[in-house]
């Protein structure tokens, strides 16, 4: 049975993250709950995510932004976890002016780093180099990320300190110049040119720029509500993902409280994304990955294209193991399952109910990415349906053989589902509830 109650109850702060490989239309998710929130927070990742709203008919693709951004009623936060390209957020707050969005309720964290433009060109430079890919979006997050952990990694506080930023600039500058012409062979760059740059960013970005620890605990004590908001998803976790096919952040609940500043026993709901089957874009080991026509025909219903890069998704069956195994580190309260509707027409359906790994059946997503590679899928099939159901509102009128899969999902997760997803734009959902619109 799909949970009764989901909605954002006057409590102090709820979470919303990915249980797969990222795309699994947390975006969406965001947006519904989004008018019952005070607060929106990123609180990780950078704009190697994209998260895709469609309201009304009309698509928003954002980055960097919370997703919460096209509501004006909440205060929308980029938090000390995010790694910022300046440019690219300005360039998606000038893309929704252009449509009629202000983006004036949008903050950004003074702990915030920032990517540089050595950033990307060592991505760039190092995916290159590499015999064996990563996947890397080529973006500079993961070698952002690196400089933060390093202690060298400039901050929004740095930033919008010219003399700080000169500072820090030239030294950082000095070092990436060695790398990239010594390691790989690559121009060095100019430091007027990035100086000059970043000021004119600063200048346009510094008036956003607020203590968010401070305002995000304040909001809490005060009874407001605070969704946040993840990027990626746990198979891509730093510690617990397909390591090391994965994001260089940790794009899980326990990220939250790193990412944000904000203490883990405020978080009292945590949502976790699950779309009814699964994708993974990139390199890396994918259990149930289909290599045949089914593939073909989930990509094509399901619009299984990258929305950062534009690359075809891989696409497999629901696998289950690794479903429970997110819901489990993440603590998961409730499950919002997107994109049923693009199984309608199957006449059966396979879910993951275990590997087989050197003969051995599995229940669980070892750390040996070998292992992974070699693990066969055990599946349970189930009957599918022939009908419709971007149309229904209502749990009681899916189909039998739609609502038997659904409770599948919830009893082998321990999990239940409290909204399901049959269409892309924000109205087609099913939540048992009066009170979530």
């Known amino acids: 049975m799909l949970c009764d109650d989901f909605k954002l109850r006057r409590m102090p702060a709820y979470t919303v993250v990915g249980t797969q490989w990222g795309d699994e239309g947390k975006g969406k998710v965001i947006d519904v709950l989004a008018p019952q929130a ?4 990123r609180f990780q990742g950078g704009n190697n995510a994209g998260h895709t709203v469609v309201a009304k008919g009309e698509k928003f693709v954002l ?3 919370p997703s919460g951004i096209l509501h004006p009623n909440a205060q929308c936060i980029i938090g000390p976890g995010v790694v910022l390209d300046p440019k690219v957020l300005i360039e998606e707050l000038e893309a929704l002016t252009a449509k009629g969005i202000c983006g004036k309720n949008l903050w950004i964290s003074d702990r ?3 990517i540089m433009p050595y950033h990307i060109k060592l991505d760039e430079a190092k995916e290159k180099k590499r015999q064996k890919k990563i996947g890397t979006t080529r973006r500079g997050i993961g070698p952002c990320y690196e400089d933060k952990v390093s202690r060298c990694g400039i901050r929004v506080a740095d930033w919008i300190d010219e003399a700080r930023f000169s500072k820090l600039l030239r030294e950082n500058l000095g070092e990436k110049n060695s790398l990239l012409e010594r390691v790989y062979a690559e121009s060095p760059l100019d430091f007027d040119e990035i100086h000059a740059e970043y000021r004119v960013y600063a200048a346009e970005l510094k008036h956003r720029v607020i203590d968010s620890v401070k305002v995000l605990n304040g909001a809490i004590r005060s009874g ?4 946040f908001e993840g990027a990626q998803a746990l198979m891509l976790d730093i510690d617990y993902g397909t390591y090391p096919y994965v994001t260089a952040s940790s794009p899980s609940t326990g990220g939250v ?3 944000t500043g904000v203490p883990p026993g405020l978080l009292d709901r945590q949502v976790g994304v699950m779309k009814a089957y699964c994708t993974r874009v990139g390199e890396g080991p ?3 990955e289909l290599m045949n026509s089914t593939a073909e025909v989930i990509r094509k219903r399901g619009g299984e294209f990258g929305a950062t890069t534009g690359r075809p998704r891989r696409c497999g069956w629901l696998d289950l193991i690794a479903a429970k195994y997110a ?4 603590g998961i309260t409730d499950i919002a399952l997107t994109k049923l509707d693009v199984l309608s027409g199957f006449d059966t359906l396979k879910v993951c109910v275990g590997y087989q790994i050197h003969g051995t059946p599995c229940d669980t997503v070892p750390a040996n990415i070998e292992d992974l590679y070699r693990a066969v899928p055990i599946y349970e099939e189930l009957p599918g349906w022939s009908q419709d159901i971007a149309t229904i509102t209502r749990y009681e009128a899916l189909p ?14 321990e999990t239940p589902i409290a909204m399901v997803s049959v269409g892309v734009d924000r109205s087609q959902n099913i939540i048992r509830t009066k009170d979530l619109k």
Request: charged share 15%.
């Open 327 to 330: 819901c489990a580190i993440n």
């Open 286 to 288: 994918f259990v149930t």
């Open 112 to 114: 915030a780093h920032l």
């Open 400 to 413: 039998e053989s739609c609502k038997a899969y659904l409770q599948f999902i919830e009893t082998f997760t």
């Open 63 to 65: 980055h960097l932004l």
């Open 38 to 41: 005070d607060y929106i927070v």
């Open 224 to 227: 407001k509500t605070v969704l």
């Open 257 to 259: 409280s790193v990412g």
